[in-house]
């Protein structure tokens, strides 16, 4: 069956530096999303991406979806103690249902 | 900002006994989804829910688990006879035109 996987399962970084998440999936993906999860709290969804080598940008994030369609990654620029949680990806199965990655945890040292 | 609201937070039961947890999705979507997220793991799937049926169910959601929207706002979980590998937090999302949105979770203790 299809999975997504995610790299690195962990991250720390000094508050400043960059952090990049990657997530590959087993198969071609029509769409994928981002989720940030903060400790304890739920998973808050942050972007769709849809095209073949589609490039996003929110503020300090960026969001690729690689041009076979199979790989996507979220990069932080000049990180701060705020983005400290977890990053998911998430890719649909089909229409009613969609995978998640296992996750980058991120912690930022101030 | 609309939400997806689960109730209660946090329900400790005793193995074998039926738990419901409860969520009113955004009112304007008509997808709704269960997660659930051992401690420590990633989200996984349960079930999603379109047109008052199932649309699709992974191996987790087998007989002991079922879903509803009695009412047209509340969609539920119940699960009939609760097993201590049921201890999660489980999470209900609805999807719109923009994406998905999720509740804050129920954590679920079985003992």
């Known amino acids: 069956g299809q999975q997504v996987m995610q790299i690195p399962q962990y991250q720390h970084v000094q508050e400043g530096e960059d952090f990049t998440t990657y997530c590959n999936s087993s198969?071609?993906?029509?769409?994928i999303q981002w989720y940030k999860q903060r400790p304890g709290g739920h998973p808050v969804f942050l972007i769709q991406l849809v095209k073949s080598g589609e490039v996003k940008k929110q503020k300090r994030l960026t969001f690729q979806f690689g041009e076979a369609k199979k790989n996507s990654s979220l990069h932080i620029t000049a990180t701060q103690t705020t983005d400290v949680g977890t990053y998911f990806c998430a890719g649909p199965a089909n229409f009613n249902k969609f995978y998640f990655g296992s996750g980058t945890k991120l912690n930022v040292k101030p | 900002e609309p939400e997806v609201t689960q109730t209660p937070s946090h329900q400790v039961t005793q193995m074998g006994q039926e738990v419901i947890l409860r969520c009113v999705p955004i009112s304007n979507h008509l997808y709704f989804y269960w997660y659930r997220q051992i401690l420590g793991q990633k989200v996984e799937f349960l079930v999603s829910?379109?047109?008052?049926?199932?649309?699709?169910k992974s191996e987790i959601f087998d007989d002991q688990f079922s879903v509803e929207r009695p009412d047209g706002s509340n969609f539920t979980l119940k699960i009939r006879s609760t097993k201590l590998e049921d201890s999660a937090m489980y999470f209900c999302?609805?999807?719109?035109?923009?994406?998905?949105?999720f509740g804050s979770g129920t954590r679920l203790t079985v003992v």
């Open positions: 198969t071609t993906l029509s769409n």
């Open positions: 999302a609805s999807r719109g035109p923009y994406g998905y949105t």
């Open positions: 829910f379109y047109n008052n049926e199932i649309s699709e």
